[in-house]
């Protein structure tokens, strides 16, 4: 048969010598081999009780941010969803009524939000989109999860903790990336 190449080899079959069928020695060296490297620096790491520190131009969960209030940004205008290449953002908007404006910046606020983490990218673009920095990439990314339905992110996953009722929890999840408040 003609050869594609020429860089082909026959390879020898030569009955094996007694120390081959023995196997000891190749056992030994390829104990050999494994006990050198415990000896050596680990290259991974024990997550999640350790953690790499993210590069900074790494882009991971959502945040929907809050302002110095304490009041939701999100004036459910739909830009992010619009920008969003993946078409991984659906949000219901609904109007602000008397006595709410503790709770909503904006006269108009979205009353439901989601995110598909099955779908979304990470590619930062929903941030770039938004007109009141009421969203943001951050430093963490999705845990995994069993179920599909456990990636679809509501409001109340993205949401970051009120930094006036809770400004540790808020604090903690903030993170490096949170835009300034204006
Ligand atoms: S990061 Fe990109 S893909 Fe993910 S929700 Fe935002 S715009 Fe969509
Ligand atoms: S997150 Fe920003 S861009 Fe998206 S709906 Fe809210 S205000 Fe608009």
Not at 36 to 54: A, G, L, N
Not at 98 to 108: A, F, V
Not at 138 to 163: H, M, V, W
Request: aromatic content about 8%; some cysteine.
């Amino acid at each position: 048969m003609q050869a594609l190449t020429n860089r082909g080899k026959s390879v020898e079959r030569k009955p094996m010598t007694l120390l081959e069928r023995l196997y000891l020695p190749a056992i030994f060296k390829g104990m050999a081999i494994t006990f050198s490297h415990i000896f050596k620096k680990v290259p991974t790491i024990r997550y999640p009780e350790q953690k790499r520190p993210f590069a900074k131009v790494s882009r991971g969960l959502q945040v929907l941010n809050r302002d110095e209030e304490g009041r939701e940004r999100c004036t459910a205008c739909g830009l992010c969803a619009v920008a969003c290449p993946a078409e991984a953002i659906t949000m219901e908007a609904a109007e602000r009524q008397r006595g709410e404006e503790h709770l909503y910046r904006e006269e108009k606020y979205a009353a439901k939000y989601e995110i598909n983490m099955l779908r979304c990218i990470f590619c930062g673009l929903c941030e770039e989109a938004c007109p009141k920095d009421a969203i943001y990439l951050s430093e963490t990314f999705a845990p995994s999860n069993l179920q599909r339905k456990g990636f679809i992110y509501g409001k109340e996953d993205l949401l970051i903790p009120n930094p006036l009722t809770h400004p540790e929890e808020y604090n903690k999840a903030k993170g490096e990336k949170a835009p300034t408040t204006k």
